[in-house]
């Protein structure tokens, strides 16, 4: 068990640029989740996969953030035209029950975006 | 709507003495309650839940919170820090209604003088 993991650790992007994030979670988690933490707030709750099927998206996902997990195992998180509201650490969690609570989850390390 | 607010957002002790981080919530249900610590670099990890069985909860790492309903506390507690106890530690409140109904607090750091 390697844990999940997160690639990159950190990015830098001008405002306008596209930006794409990984995550790959714990083998055999079938549960995988999206999570932003701007500076000085807790995290937030962003999307949710069970397998490759996204069944759950927050309003605060905007249509300039897109998620997928084409084959149930890593998940990709893209933000198009970064505005500088952008900035934070993007977290993912992966768990292994198909009625995964909040406490069955593990998550990643993030991934720190900053847009100038 | 579900919210919490953890009262200090920095807190300061010397190894060996007890610590105190205090968390209150609002919810219109009986809700979960959870603590969180962050180390830098490091994934979330759950320090404890309570799920409305008893309403003195011990975690791992020698914490333990207590749920108040009388007063909606949820404050996490340890009779001795140790060194490696200096975190960001999160209060989260959880209600029936998908992960949108996850609320998480704002944070406490923690910092440990030796």
């Known amino acids: 068990d390697t844990g999940v993991s997160q690639d990159p650790r950190h990015k830098i992007t001008k405002r306008g640029q596209n930006v794409t994030f990984r995550c790959d979670p714990i083998?055999?988690?079938?549960?995988l989740y999206w999570y932003r933490q701007t500076l000085g707030q807790g995290p937030e709750f962003l999307t949710y996969?069970?397998?490759?099927?996204?069944?759950?998206k927050s309003r605060l996902l905007s249509d300039r953030f897109s998620a997928e997990r084409p084959k149930g195992s890593f998940s990709t998180l893209e933000i198009q035209r970064t505005e500088q509201g952008d900035s934070a650490m993007y977290l993912c969690?992966?768990?292994?029950?198909?009625?995964?609570?909040?406490?069955?989850?593990?998550f990643g390390p993030g991934t720190r975006l900053t847009v100038l | 709507a579900q919210s919490v607010t953890q009262l200090d957002s920095h807190v300061s002790v010397s190894e060996g003495t007890p610590v105190l981080l205090r968390c209150n919530y609002s919810?219109?249900?009986?809700?979960?309650l959870f603590w969180y610590v962050q180390h830098p670099n490091k994934g979330l990890q759950l320090l404890l839940k309570?799920?409305?069985?008893?309403?003195l909860v011990k975690g791992i790492n020698g914490f333990e919170a207590e749920f108040k309903k009388s007063e909606t506390s949820f404050h996490l507690t340890k009779p001795s820090a140790h060194m490696s106890d200096a975190a960001e530690y999160f209060c989260?409140?959880?209600?029936?209604?998908?992960?949108?109904?996850?609320?998480f607090g704002t944070g406490t750091k923690l910092q440990v003088i030796p």
């Open positions: 083998s055999e988690h079938n549960r």
């Open positions: 969690a992966s768990s292994p029950r198909r009625t995964g609570g909040l406490d069955t989850q593990y």
């Open positions: 919810s219109s249900y009986s809700p979960s």
């Open positions: 309570y799920t409305s069985a008893a309403t």
């Open positions: 989260v409140v959880s209600e029936p209604g998908g992960y949108q109904k996850v609320t």
């Open positions: 996969f069970q397998n490759e099927a996204q069944l759950e």
